[in-house]
């Protein structure tokens, strides 16, 4: 089954302790990317990669970093995580540019930071 | 910058009534429009697209079509289903395609 996998759904943390939210796609993606979602703000994009091991920010990169170093995985990395960083998390990918076709996203990860 | 306003909920409906949720944009170029849903604990699912004026994307009896000279893109349905229960997210990517910009999100209701 084609799908985008993200973990974890929840976590709890506090602040300053680093973690990782893992995003997998088995759909042979050239296109990933992170958003996260508020109430009253939509989704906003955090970061975007076109392919291995190139990535730029979107809209809302503070605080956050990626990586790309298998086409597949797409983790987005809070080095120090901050209550405002509390928000649900959204992972996407696609195999062109979203012009042109249809971003998979993955379930989310609800994120809390005390 | 690019932009979609779309009209703020909730939106409560009884069960086969006429649905229609606004959606605006403001863009530089020429962009391809979409409308998201995300049904309770989902992460999001494209509901239809259209990629250039007058383009009307469909899906499960929902409706939109690409309108330029009004920069419009809404969403119709005919007849409402308690299943179409969710959140509406209208969207647009353009030039480069490396980023959705999204609506703040109707939430819409259908009572039985």
């Known amino acids: 089954e084609a799908q985008v996998t993200q973990n974890p759904r929840y976590l709890i943390t506090v602040t300053g302790k680093k973690l990782t939210v893992t995003c997998s796609q088995n759909m042979n993606h050239e296109y990933m990317s992170w958003y996260r979602q508020d109430p009253g703000l939509g989704l906003r994009q955090i970061y975007y990669?076109?392919?291995?091991?190139?990535?730029d920010k979107g809209d809302v990169p503070e605080g956050y970093k990626v990586s790309r170093k298998e086409k597949r995985n797409f983790p987005l990395i809070l080095e120090s995580p901050s209550p405002n960083q509390t928000s649900l998390y959204f992972c996407a990918s696609s195999l062109q540019p979203l012009v042109n076709t249809e971003a998979f996203f993955g379930q989310g990860t609800r994120l809390t930071v005390v | 910058g690019d932009s979609v306003t779309q009209m703020e909920g909730p939106v409560t409906l009884s069960e086969e009534a006429f649905l229609t949720i606004n959606c605006t944009y403001t863009a530089t170029g020429y962009p391809s429009l979409f409308w998201y849903v995300q049904y309770p604990g989902e992460g999001l699912q494209l509901l239809l697209k259209?990629?250039?004026?007058?383009d009307k994307g469909s899906n499960k009896g929902f409706e939109a079509t690409y309108r330029k000279e009004t920069t419009s893109f809404h969403l119709e349905k005919g007849s409402v289903q308690v299943s179409d229960s969710a959140v509406y997210f209208c969207a647009l990517s353009e030039n480069s395609g490396y980023a959705l910009n999204f609506g703040k999100g109707t939430s819409l209701l259908v009572t039985p």
């Open positions: 990669s076109m392919n291995v091991e190139v990535t």
């Open positions: 259209a990629t250039k004026a007058d």
